[in-house]
């Protein structure tokens, strides 16, 4: 698949750039895709929730009314979780929600998910550029240039461009990346993908071989 290369004019420079189709072009497997998302998630979790259960509630252990007899359920301190006020049964507690996954699984699910954006037609390559000072302004002016401003957009460049990050940070729905930290939730999560030329480079060198 080829796909022509635009500068942030957003004018075709003539050139035309191929996608690999071992990265761009192989079927998506929805399975690894929910995998490598979920495992993305989790792992920004804090896990750090946490209810009182009954045993560490302050309150009387005195027991409010007879066993049996009162119509109502048994209960027997204040503490019970049937009472308002009470303790909460099986409440959460602090926990680890990181998991692991294969080297292999992660590759495919990268992979899945940018052959997902190509077949959307959802991948933009442009020229690499710079900003002499951060100018969100000028990079407003780019996602004009290039059709794609009100869109959730994910820059991915071939490496942090300090003046480029700080001119998109405020932006909403606009995020830049390494091509080297890429993964599939911000993929999938993007509704299109800009992409430099040494990137799409970097990429093919991370991904292809694996």
């Given amino acids: 698949m080829e796909v022509s290369v635009l500068n942030i004019k957003g004018q075709d420079t003539g050139r ?20 490598d998302v979920k495992q993305y998630l989790g792992n920004q979790r804090q896990g750090t929730a946490k209810a009182k259960e009954r045993s560490e509630h302050a309150g009387s252990t005195r ?8 119509g109502g359920a048994r209960r027997g301190d204040i503490n019970s ?3 308002v006020g009470g ?3 099986f409440g ?15 590759v ?14 959802a991948i933009i390559v442009v020229e690499d550029f710079n900003f002499e000072a951060p100018k969100t302004k000028e990079f407003v ?16 460049l071939s490496s942090i461009n300090k003046n480029v990050y700080l001119s998109a940070r405020n932006l909403q729905r606009t995020e830049v990346m390494e091509a080297t930290a890429i993964n599939a939730y911000k993929i999938l999560n993007a509704e299109v993908l800009v992409v430099t030329e040494n990137s799409l480079k970097l ?7 694996n």
Avoid: M, W
Wanted: hydrophobic letters at 35%; zero cysteines.
């Fill in 81 to 83: 979780p049937v009472l």
């Fill in 63 to 70: 027991k409010l009314i007879r066993q049996k007899g009162s």
């Fill in 108 to 121: 495919l699910a990268r992979k899945s998910a940018l052959s997902y954006k190509a077949q959307e037609n």
């Fill in 141 to 156: 002016n780019i996602t004009k240039n290039l059709k794609v401003d009100g869109k959730k957009l994910l820059l991915v």
């Fill in 16 to 35: 035309k750039v191929t996608l690999n189709e071992a990265i761009f072009g192989i079927e998506p497997n929805d399975h690894v895709l929910y995998l």
């Fill in 87 to 89: 303790a909460r049964a």
């Fill in 92 to 106: 959460p507690k602090p926990r680890d929600y990181r998991t692991k996954l294969n080297k292999k699984v992660k």
């Fill in 203 to 209: 990429i093919d060198g991370i991904l292809d071989k």
